[in-house]
Structures are given as structure tokens and as C-alpha cells.
């Protein structure tokens, strides 16, 4: 890795590259839709998988789209000056998802379930009409640790975001390269490298969105206990599944019984998140 690059960009480049090596994101010859929505992680996410596109071990090529939905005001014209002007390859697309959410969400409710829907298909049939095989997405480990809490709090499911996943027709996978990237250090990169953010409003008026709760609620844990989302995000790589009442995945995986030797410091102690991890660049 080059000496050239900030404290804070390696860090970042570190991650992402773990990333990618342990769950084999990218391969020889892969066309990546970059998602950019103009904020501070899709910039983040760009600029990394540019400057990683110039010294990975295999070759691959990257196009960056925004989606513009048609919310009023969207100052889109912020993200295409920007790539313009370091002559990225960029797509800007026009769809207007915006009314579609807005007439079909009572007011107060929440939009992004929705509009998550309605962008994550729009991306798919643009990847194919640009002859993309995969699409990256900014998602970040926070974002990981909260989704693992919501489903957990309010779906009764153990289940975060998959850091790779195929779509179904099967012809196009989705990977999440920041999966291992702490948010704090996203934030800060992003004001260190001045990113023109695009900011998205649509849902600027729900602020007891549950997503948000769970978020302040990490965020007053981890100023008590220093490490909490990292610990989180280690015990998503380190599952044991006896510990589990999935009696489906107990039938699956062959289990009969938990063994006592893996009960041992089951109520407490932490996973060094870098135990999880492996170096691709």
C-alpha cells in the first residue's frame, strides 16, 4: 500500500480490503456499478475501489451511478460536477421514485423500505444496460450492527446485511466493501477530503424512525463500553450455531448436542475484530 496515502485513508483501504478478500468481491474482469448517492459513504466507497482499481491483483473496471428520484430541489448537479471535472466514468439517472413514495406512504410513516425497493431495481436494470456483472453499495459496519439490532428487536430474526449477495435472476451480485469500516472514521475521511455531499431529505422528517433509535442507543452503549459496534460486528464472524435455536440449522449442520467445551465464557469477553479478517491487498 502506498506511503503516499493518509493515516485515515490507509485505515479505510485496510478494511476494504479485508473486506473484499474474505468474501472474494471482486474478480478478473468484473465491471462494478458504484452506487453513489452523493453522501458521505458512496464518495468514501468510490474513491477507495478507484485508488484499489489501480494496484489490485486482478483487473476490473468501475462506473459510478446516481439515481436522481425526482425529489424536488435535489441538487444532483453537486455529484455530476464533481465527477465530471476528475473525469469518472458517471451515469446520472432520472427516475421519479418520489411521487411513487409519497402517494403510496401515509404521511409520518416511514418511506425507506420503499424507496430502498424501487432504487435497488432501478440499479439492477441499469447494471445490465451498462454490461455491469456486480453493484457496490456504501453500506458501513454501523450499518451492519444496526440492521443486525432491528431484526433482532423487532423481526425475530438473527440476521444482518449480507457483505455479498446474488440477485434473482442470478446474474448480478451486490457487494458492500465497507462492511468492516467504522462510520466515525468514514466521516471524518470524507470532511478531510471536503466530498461535495448531496444531502437526501426525503426522509428528513421522521425522526423516530426505529432505525434511528437503535442507533442512538448503540451510540450511548459504546461511550460507556468503548468497542461495543466492534465487538458486534466480530460476533457476526463468529457464530456458534449449537448456541442457536434454529432447530432448522441444528437438522442441517448435523448437531445432536452442544459441546460444553464451547460454553466456556458464553456471558462475556470479546473477538479482536481483525481475527475475522484477511488482507487482499
Known amino acids: 500500500m502506498s506511503n503516499d496515502l493518509s493515516p485515515a485513508e490507509r485505515k479505510l483501504s485496510r478494511a476494504v480490503g479485508r473486506a473484499i478478500g474474505d468474501f472474494s468481491m471482486i474478480s478478473e474482469g468484473d465491471r462494478i456499478l458504484v452506487a453513489v448517492s452523493g453522501g458521505k459513504d458512496s464518495y468514501t466507497l468510490h474513491h477507495l475501489l478507484l485508488a484499489l482499481e489501480r494496484r489490485a491483483p486482478v483487473q476490473f473496471s468501475l462506473v459510478a451511478v446516481n439515481l436522481d428520484q425526482g425529489q424536488p430541489g435535489y441538487p444532483g448537479h453537486l455529484l455530476e460536477g464533481y465527477m465530471r ?109 471536503a466530498f461535495p455531499i448531496v444531502p437526501c431529505d426525503l426522509c428528513g422528517s421522521q425522526q423516530q424512525l426505529q432505525r434511528k433509535v437503535v442507533s442512538g442507543m448503540l451510540a450511548d452503549i459504546e461511550r460507556d463500553h468503548p468497542g461495543v459496534r466492534a465487538s458486534v460486528l466480530a460476533a457476526l464472524g463468529n457464530v456458534r450455531p449449537s448456541h442457536l435455536f434454529d432447530a432448522g440449522l441444528w437438522k442441517q449442520l448435523g448437531l445432536e448436542v452442544a459441546r460444553e467445551a464451547d460454553d466456556e465464557g458464553g456471558e462475556g469477553g470479546t473477538v479482536p475484530p481483525d481475527r475475522l479478517v484477511r488482507s487482499w491487498v
Do not use: W
Open 85 to 193: 471535472e476528475r473525469g469518472h466514468a458517471f451515469h446520472m439517472v432520472r427516475e421519479d421514485t418520489y411521487s411513487i413514495v409519497t402517494e403510496k406512504i401515509p404521511a409520518g410513516k416511514t418511506y425507506c423500505s420503499l424507496c430502498s425497493r424501487l432504487r435497488r431495481g432501478i440499479l439492477y436494470r441499469v447494471a445490465r444496460e451498462l454490461g455491469c456483472n456486480k453493484i457496490a453499495l456504501g453500506h458501513h459496519r454501523d450499518d451492519a450492527v444496526v440492521t443486525l439490532m432491528l431484526n433482532l428487536f423487532f423481526s425475530g430474526q438473527l440476521k444482518a446485511m449480507p457483505p455479498k449477495l446474488v440477485c434473482d435472476e442470478g446474474d448480478i451480485i451486490v457487494v458492500r466493501p465497507l462492511v468492516y469500516c467504522a462510520e466515525s472514521d468514514i466521516a471524518a475521511y470524507a470532511e478531510a477530503m
